[in-house]
């Protein structure tokens, strides 16, 4: 067979078909890595899984899929945008219950968590610092609203319709800290049909769980919902070895509810509230494995346990402290639409509101060397107005505008033997912020099959910030913490004290081409521009803010559905060339906390590809991989911090001597451990070149694949058998390159028996080979230290659905 061109109709004068086009693009594209990507998804080894996938289709192929990654609703295949959406369902198949268990079937995505604050990674781009009143660089969104407070980004599913991962830059439509993609969870929205679903389960680490969606008509044209979800972990995954306390605990509760009102055809109303409560021990810090340098013993206590030595469960720690968290968040929304004739009028507004207190003992130690206790909260209102065209003409297009007030505190302490004859460091620190945006996008179909969209926004950012930094002496008497001026020579208004402003506008943009090659295929190209805003570190408030982050990004991507919809295969290649790029580093002033800085530069190239099969009507396939190549371009400057080696158990008057590697210039802090026997220091903070490194919790390669096989058994009964297996090929945590995870493997699994369409029950397993990985680690003056991911759970779940 001869390969055609696009547009070629052959010798016959027919258009080609789809099996004809996906040939000739496959024997024709000169990019080599897409090539093996398509054919390991056709394989079946991989893809990023579109799997909004609820029941087959009439054909019996695949369900169509519709998103709002533009705004309106659209087939997945018609958008010119990388994006993956997955239904409820096919979470709860696959052992996913929270946002942060995403990356599990979203190669693409990465997710981790510090205390309270959930950061996530799109492609490789993300933050590290998770610091009170810290901002992410990939935007979190519920039902259209953007989750300010990264408290907010670990959402538990209930009452969910699907999740959209939009990747690459959303400047335009979604604007600021959507530099790397965005993550948009979609509420169920209740209706004139009654419904209710219940489920109850029980798991090991005397894990009990229970959720319950209730939705149905209140009157004509008014409809409500109400979604409750309780989990409560009473056993930890670990022990703490020093204390004999519990490690990796939750009790969690959670309510949220939706009014939707409809007095019209051409109008809809939209009142949505929430409310959580979370206590919990999230992340059990511990000294890391191979620490690199560490003079610190992972024993309980006892005189002669040789440093570095291994603990008995990779969940158990030694630290004199307990890391404990508590939340309390709530919010509300109201939505408008509008219909007028000639375009839609949508109306957002919402306010949110995070409350949290925390306590880490950030060394992982049996020593009491740095504790720090964190009050932090952040209070939201947002308002966006969009006017979106109607009709079905050549032009489609959208104005709109948008404003973000959030007032964000954070007060901390940082206590224990590091600060020597002082009680510790005293931080306070508020920040108001105001965002004001405006934007449009347009969309002109050249032709039937070529689609020019392009679009601009316009952000403007102004921030006031106030805050002290004081030393505590041991009689209560307070030192100013800082001197008269900043690291720059800004002038402060007092010892210790700073109160400034800042102001910064970006434009971004996004230019789009989409060709339909043949009916359900299509290429498209795109080009981005994006950034996340600069700020103040509320941790460390004497330090200098930081600078914009800004991202220009290059896509081209293939879409297709394929054998009567019995096979969608997306591919995407694209380039980021990142500035300033926004980075945690080591803190020299705070011993045990962080401060945002800028790297230069950074590049990334990748290629990801997804697919999803139902090969027969009993059987579902569907997977995902991502290959990144991201490193640092120019990063001089980097924060590193090196343990100086002393004996354990400690001795009083004993010095702790450091010294930065030849390579690294920095400041010398030798520490003596005094007459009480209490350790004073024994650190010292380097500043080296990351320059070629690779970038932060970005894997050269990771990919997963499942599937799901439904076993009919007569009547109404039927057997579900569901798999998943996730790999990913490991990745650093810091700039220096030293923290790193290596490889790992994750499966889950499940058996679901229906009895019939109301009821069922379901026996599932989750990280079956109970595998080791660390979730996080951090270097601080004390070392490294690190936390794990979840080990192998297993329990059972009924439900009742009517």
Excluded at 158 to 186: D, M, S, Y
Excluded at 203 to 232: E, P, W
Excluded at 528 to 553: C, E, V
Aim: glycine residues 12%; charged residues 20%; contains cysteine.
């Amino acid at each position: 067979m001869r390969v055609r061109a696009v547009g070629d109709r052959g010798t016959s004068g027919s258009p080609p078909s789809r099996e004809d086009i996906m040939a000739a693009l496959l024997r024709t594209f000169r990019a080599r890595a897409l090539t093996g990507a398509a054919l390991i998804g056709l394989a079946g080894m991989g893809a990023v899984p579109a799997l909004a996938q609820d029941a087959a289709a009439d054909t019996g192929g695949l369900e169509e899929i519709v998103v709002t990654a533009q705004h309106r609703q659209e087939r997945l295949q018609d958008v010119p945008i990388a994006v993956s959406a997955v239904t409820a369902s096919a979470l709860r198949e696959s052992g996913v219950d929270t946002t942060r268990d995403l990356p599990q079937i979203i190669p693409s995505v990465q997710f981790t968590r510090s205390g309270p604050s959930g950061l996530f990674f799109v492609r490789g781009v993300g933050t590290t610092n998770a610091a009170a009143g810290e901002e992410g660089a990939n935007a979190v969104y519920v039902d259209g609203v953007y989750m300010a407070d990264l408290g907010q980004t670990i959402n538990y599913f209930n009452n969910i319709e699907r999740v959209e991962v939009l990747k690459g830059p959303q400047g335009t439509l979604f604007g600021r800290n959507a530099t790397g993609g965005l993550v948009h969870v979609i509420t169920r929205e209740p209706g004139d049909e009654t419904v209710l679903d219940l489920d109850f389960g029980y798991a090991n680490y005397q894990t009990v769980s229970a959720r319950a969606y209730v939705a149905g008509k209140i009157a004509d044209g008014l409809s409500g919902d109400l979604a409750v979800t309780r989990y409560h972990q009473n056993e930890g995954w670990g022990r703490n070895l020093t204390r004999g306390d519990k490690n990796f605990f939750q009790d969690y509760s959670g309510i949220r509810s939706k009014i939707v009102a409809q007095p019209s055809d051409r109008i809809k109303l939209i009142l949505s509230g929430d409310y959580l409560e979370n206590r919990d021990n999230p992340v059990g810090w511990r000294i890391a494995d191979g620490t690199i340098g560490t003079g610190l013993s992972r024993g309980p206590g006892v005189a002669g346990t040789p440093a570095g030595a291994v603990v008995a469960d990779d969940h158990d720690t030694t630290s004199n402290d307990l890391a404990l968290t508590k939340q309390r968040i709530y919010g509300g929304s109201f939505t408008g639409e509008f219909d007028l004739g000639f375009a839609t009028l949508t109306s957002v507004s919402a306010y949110r509101n995070t409350r949290t207190n925390s306590d880490f003992d950030v060394d992982g130690g049996p020593i009491s060397l740095i504790r720090i206790q964190f009050l932090s909260g952040m209070k939201s209102f947002q308002q966006e107005v969009r006017l979106a065209s109607s009709g079905s003409g050549p032009l489609q297009w959208q104005l709109g505008g948008f404003y973000l007030n959030t007032k964000a505190n954070n007060t901390s302490f940082f206590s224990g033997g590091a600060f020597g004859a002082a009680r510790g460091q005293d931080v306070r620190a508020k920040l108001d912020s105001n965002s004001y945006a405006a934007f449009g996008e347009a969309t002109y179909a050249i032709t039937p099959t070529t689609k020019l969209t392009g679009g601009i926004r316009y952000t403007e950012d102004r921030r006031s910030f106030d805050a002290s930094q004081f030393t505590i002496l041991a009689n209560g008497t307070a030192l100013p913490g800082g001197t008269v001026t900043n690291p720059s020579g800004q002038p402060l208004t007092a010892p210790g004290v700073q109160r400034t402003k800042l102001k910064y506008n970006q434009v971004t943009w996004r230019v789009a081409l989409r060709q339909e090659l043949a009916q359900d295929v299509s290429v498209y190209a795109s080009a981005n521009r994006g950034f996340k805003s600069g700020s103040y570190s509320l941790q460390n408030p004497l330090n200098d803010p930081y600078l914009p982050q800004t991202i220009m990004a290059y896509e081209i991507g293939f879409k297709s559905e394929l054998f009567d919809r019995r096979l969608r295969l997306n591919l995407a290649a694209f380039h980021y060339d990142i500035d300033d790029y926004q980075i945690r580093s080591a803190a020299a002033a705070n011993p045990g906390s962080s401060l945002v800085l800028n790297a230069a530069t950074v590049k990334v190239d990748g290629v990801e590809l997804e697919f999803e099969a139902k090969p027969t009507d009993q059987l579902r396939l569907f997977g995902g991989a991502t290959w990144l190549n991201s490193r640092y371009g120019k990063f001089g400057g980097a924060g590193q911090n090196f343990q100086a080696p002393i004996v354990y158990p400690v001795i009083a008057g004993q010095t702790a001597a450091a010294t930065c590697p030849a390579a690294l210039r920095g400041t010398r802090n030798p520490g003596v451990v005094p007459a009480g026997g209490v350790w004073t220091g024994g650190y010292v903070t380097c500043f080296g070149d990351a320059s070629g490194n690779k970038v932060s919790n970005a894997p050269d390669f990771a990919a997963s694949f499942g599937a799901t096989y439904t076993v009919p058994l007569g009547g109404e009964r039927e057997l579900r058998l569901t798999g998943l297996y996730a790999f990913n090929s490991g990745y650093y945590f810091e700039p220096d390159n030293r923290a790193q995870q290596d490889e790992y493997h994750l499966v889950n699994a499940s058996i679901e028996y229906r009895s019939s369409e109301h009821l069922g029950i379901e026996l599932w397993g989750r990280n079956l080979g109970n595998t080791d990985y660390a979730a996080q680690k951090i270097t601080t003056a004390t070392g490294m230290t690190q936390s794990n991911g979840a080990p192998r759970t297993y329990g059972a779940t009924v439900k009742y659905n009517f």
